[in-house]
């Protein structure tokens, strides 16, 4: 097969989308070394997490002819290079499909990772949700098939756009490759460098509303002393930390929480996950919930929301909140730490579960079945 990729988040984005390109591809290759992949993307520079995917034997990148027309080349013009490529199948990664690849007569599928912009419109300006909205309606409707990274988000696909479940395959997300094998670094260094305490919850995130850190602060003022362990926050977002500054909780869950910020390092992020006590992962919604997963490879133990995409994520031996109601975080922290073998037992099924659902086999598998699915009609 010779098989094209809309890759600029994949070389430019360096967070959930860009992620989910890099994973993708990366098992894809491995798993599939016969096959073709050409990866179109704007320009970008240069950086060791992209560098692997130029080096490789049966992958080519081709980059837009000019940064200043980039936009429209990747909604236009990449179309002529896909017929000069002969390639017979192009996924767009991340909601978006060129104009004419049917025209062309090249087949295509597209990923969907949310409808967060649709079911909380609230969390996006309106310039943003509606770009976001006819972007993914128009490529859910002209694409072959239609890939949603979870159970949830095909429902949400059923619902607001109306395109045939049967149109819909879900092929779940893996994790970076570190998180399947044995590699740390020294946590005795980070505990130094970040002035970390020996036992904490873990979270990990984008520091903002969706994410939903402000309901901990409020279950931190129902837990007693003994139950309230440091919390390390992982993760940006200066412009909401201030309004979480201001929120009542804050007096009493300040002291608890520990801001990391810098850490650009996925094995110093891992080694953070194994020796956390547990991640705590209250979002709103989720179209997968990546740090759900990333924690269960690390035998840590989850309490996470019990809507949209997170149960599937976490599975059925996480513990589980209302994202909305305080009370429930704290019961859920306080029944974790009260309870070794509950723990104990969280960690280890946690782990096979993730291991067998979200593994590199298994998600490259189904992406794999999706594209000779498509070619054999």
């Known amino acids: 097969m010779r098989l094209g990729y809309d890759s600029k988040r994949l070389f430019r984005n360096f967070t959930g989308l860009g992620n989910y390109s890099r994973t993708t591809l990366w098992n894809l290759v491995a798993h599939y070394p016969d096959e073709a992949y050409h990866l179109y993307t704007p320009p970008f520079g240069e950086n060791p997490v992209t560098t692997p995917f130029r080096t490789l034997a049966n992958v080519d990148v081709h980059t837009a002819p ?67 909205h006819l972007k993914t309606r128009y490529a859910c409707r002209t694409a072959d098939r239609v890939v949603a990274i979870s159970e949830a988000t095909k429902s949400q696909i059923v619902a607001e756009y109306g395109i045939p479940a049967e149109k819909i395959d879900v092929v779940y997300q893996s994790c970076d490759p570190l998180f399947f094998d044995d590699r740390t670094v020294d946590m005795a260094r980070l505990r130094q460098r970040y002035t970390l305490p020996d036992r904490y919850l873990l979270f990990v995130g984008s520091i903002t509303r969706r994410k939903n850190l402000e309901i901990v602060l409020e ?18 977002g200066s412009k909401h930390r201030a309004e979480l500054e201001r929120h009542r ?24 996950y194994r020796n956390a006590t547990a991640l705590i992962y209250p979002s709103l919604a989720e179209g997968f919930g990546l740090p759900v997963v990333e924690a269960l490879l690390s035998r840590t133990p989850v309490i996470t929301s019990d809507r949209s995409s997170l149960p599937e994520a976490g599975g059925p031996d996480s513990l589980y909140i209302d994202p909305t109601d305080a009370a429930t975080v704290a019961t859920a922290v306080a029944r974790l730490l009260d309870d070794p073998d509950l723990a104990q037992q969280m960690r280890e099924k946690g782990y096979h579960y993730a291991l067998n659902r979200f593994g590199p086999t298994a998600t490259a598998s189904s992406m794999m079945g999706v594209y000779r699915k498509i070619l054999a009609r």
């Open 219 to 236: 279950a931190y003022t129902q837990l007693d002393d003994r139950h309230r362990l440091p919390i390390i926050v992982v993760g940006r």
């Open 249 to 272: 909780a804050f007096g009493t869950a300040s002291p608890y929480l520990h801001w990391i910020d810098d850490l650009s390092d996925d094995l110093a992020l891992k080694t953070l």
């Open 66 to 132: 000019f940064k200043s027309t980039a936009s429209l080349w990747r909604s236009y013009g990449v179309v002529r290079e896909l017929k000069r490529h002969r390639i017979e199948l192009y996924h767009g990664l991340s909601h978006e499909l060129p104009l004419g690849l049917q025209a062309a007569g090249i087949r295509s599928v597209v990923t969907v990772h949310d409808l967060i912009f649709r079911t909380h419109p609230q969390l996006y300006p309106l310039i943003d949700r509606t770009i976001y």
